[in-house]
């Protein structure tokens, strides 16, 4: 089985992540999937951001959930990355749909819905509705830390794929499994070396796959995908494969 690659965050050790210079960079890179986090704005638009707070990766202070979409766009994504991408503007979900869909992109797009630190009400249904009204030639696949959110979102969209990250919480990973909710894991790779012997016989896509050496063991072992912040370096690998 060929191992998908997932860029992290679009291909976020070369791009300032989850940019659209991150994305198009994963298209570039030959990436099979693309990962990306939403959160809710304050005005209720969905946003793909990391962090519950700006802080981190724009020239901005404060929570997702206090800031309107206007005071989100007026941030600047870009220059803590690298000057080069000063100006760049935190995207929205559609604004990234919008890019793939442009390059009719045909891989994975894994959405993992950020609701295990702020439990941002009705984030699951503005997602499904969003998808119900558009026709997207990419193949959606949902994950979350927050099995609530897993579990509401299959409920309105049961077509979707669904992933859990929560793989460590035993009883309940086995349990929506077992109930078909969950098709497999996104585990951490460190996760993955301790545990992999010991698991189900479940579909395996871990994070962060960076070094060549983690890479070499998904492919040797043959896993459905790796998530990693290198797509470039993950398919020169593969290759040689
Ligand atoms: O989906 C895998 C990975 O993205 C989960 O960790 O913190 O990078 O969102 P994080
Ligand atoms: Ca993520």
């Not at 295990?116 to 249904?125: C, P, S, V």
Request: proline share 4%.
């Amino acid at each position: 089985m060929l191992t998908q690659i997932i860029a992290h965050r679009g291909s976020k050790g070369t791009r300032p992540e989850n940019t659209l210079p991150a994305f198009e960079a994963a298209l570039a890179d030959g990436a099979d999937g693309i990962e990306t986090d939403v959160h809710l704005s304050k005005d209720g638009h969905l946003i793909i951001i990391h962090d519950e707070k700006v802080d981190r990766t724009t020239d901005g202070k404060g929570r997702v959930l206090d800031l309107t979409l206007a005071q989100l766009k007026r941030l600047d994504a870009g220059a803590k990355f690298d000057s080069v991408y000063a100006g760049t503007r935190i995207p929205t979900l559609d604004e990234v749909v919008q890019l793939l869909v442009k390059a009719n992109f045909t891989g994975i797009f894994n959405l993992e819905l950020k609701t295990n630190k702020i439990h941002y009400d009705g984030i699951e249904a503005l997602v499904a509705d969003y998808f119900n009204h558009h026709e997207v030639p990419f193949k959606l696949v949902y994950s979350s830390f927050y099995p609530k959110s897993i579990e509401r979102l299959h409920a309105l969209q049961p077509t979707a794929e669904f992933d859990s990250l929560f793989e460590s919480k035993f009883k309940t990973a086995r349990r929506l499994h077992a109930e078909h909710v969950i098709i497999g894991y996104h585990p951490d790779i460190r996760w993955v070396r301790r545990h992999w012997l010991l698991l189900p016989k479940v579909q395996l896509r871990p994070w962060t796959v960076n070094s060549e050496r983690d890479m070499r063991f998904c492919y040797r072992h043959q896993f459905a995908g790796l998530i990693t912040d290198y797509p470039g370096l993950a398919h020169r690998l593969r290759l040689k494969m």
